[in-house]
């Protein structure tokens, strides 16, 4: 069974940093590209970063280049997303994701970025 789950969240001040994680298990993790998605409160969810299978190649959304990192240990099944220069509209429950003929989601993880 398919499992994805999210880790690492809570409240940061703006400029902190938080990583957030993913452990996956029920599937052969090292073939699947990974993702990280968010969705603000009364948004719809976007794309925040993406990185292959063997993490050779990595994407980000405009909106946080330059400040989040994705990576990831194959040998641990586990995504990471370093978030760095954390903004309050950087403020999302944060999902991790892959696709295998569906589309499989964890159940999430709050960021919450305040003073």
């Known amino acids: 069974q398919v499992q994805l789950v999210e880790s690492g969240g809570g409240l940061v001040q703006p400029g902190g940093s938080l990583r957030l994680s993913c452990a996956a298990s029920?599937?052969?993790?090292?073939?699947?590209?990974m993702n990280w998605y968010r969705q603000a409160p009364g948004k719809e969810r976007e794309l925040v970063a993406f990185i292959s299978s063997l993490g050779g190649s990595t994407n980000y959304a405009d909106s946080v280049k330059g400040r989040f990192t994705i990576s990831r240990d194959n040998a641990k099944n586990t995504v990471y997303l370093q978030m760095n220069s954390l903004k309050p509209e950087d403020t999302a429950v944060y999902y991790c994701n892959f696709v295998a003929v569906m589309s499989y989601w964890g159940r999430g993880t709050l960021v919450t970025v305040s003073s």
């Open positions: 029920g599937f052969t993790f090292s073939r699947f590209g």
